[in-house]
């Protein structure tokens, strides 16, 4: 049985229940797990990328699809839309406000925020932020935290005027705390919190 006989058997079987190829797939990777299927969709996300990054010709037909501006899929405009839907929706990621104090950032409402709004910038980061050799839940959330300030980092950078509310906040926290100027100005140049000069 050749590769392109097991495709059209698995299609005809799609094709019976009105799936396409794309559906199986968009399921596959992002159903949550259950007692029948108790592996993670990240984890089973994780291994059809891992699949096909690692075979030459399907990495190169990803590639030209990724740079194509019809295609959704990791284009930079697709990951500029989600910081800009994270912007526009998420209270954390907006306009400062200064009667909103920093102990009432939920970080755990946040990263709910994040993957809800900007799934695929999230699941770029988590690729990119992974530590190989540790797999535990306490790992886990100090991905969840680093992820959390470069999507912070990210949308203030985009857009430094309406999407200054966490940097804000910091500095504020920062400079009222006694921190230097030159601290503050290095944190600033980082994108970590607004400059001396703003606060």
């Not at 932020?129 to 306490?138: L, M, P, Y």
Request: proline share 3%.
């Amino acid at each position: 049985m050749s590769k392109w006989d097991k495709v059209d058997y698995v299609l005809e079987k799609l094709g019976k229940i009105r799936w396409s190829a794309a559906d199986f797939c968009e399921a596959y990777t992002t159903l949550k797990p259950d007692s029948m299927h108790p592996s993670k969709a990240s984890t089973r996300a994780r291994k059809v990328a891992m699949r096909l990054l690692n075979n030459s010709s399907s990495k190169e037909n990803l590639e030209v699809a990724a740079t194509r501006k019809d295609k959704g899929w990791l284009t930079i405009p697709a990951l500029q839309a989600e910081l800009d839907e994270l912007r526009r929706s998420s209270r954390f990621f907006g306009e400062f406000d200064p009667e909103m104090d920093l102990s009432e950032l939920d970080l755990t409402q946040i990263s709910t925020d994040i993957k809800g709004k900007a799934p695929t910038l999230h699941n770029l980061l988590s690729e990119l932020t992974v530590n190989r050799r540790e797999t535990n839940t306490r790992e886990d959330s100090f991905s969840d935290g680093r992820i959390t300030a470069l999507c912070f980092i990210l949308s203030y950078s985009r857009a430094r005027n309406s999407s200054n509310m966490f940097p804000t906040m910091l500095g504020v926290y920062f400079h009222g705390s006694g921190v230097k100027r030159r601290v503050l100005e290095l944190l600033g140049g980082l994108g970590i919190s607004c400059s001396y000069t703003t606060i």
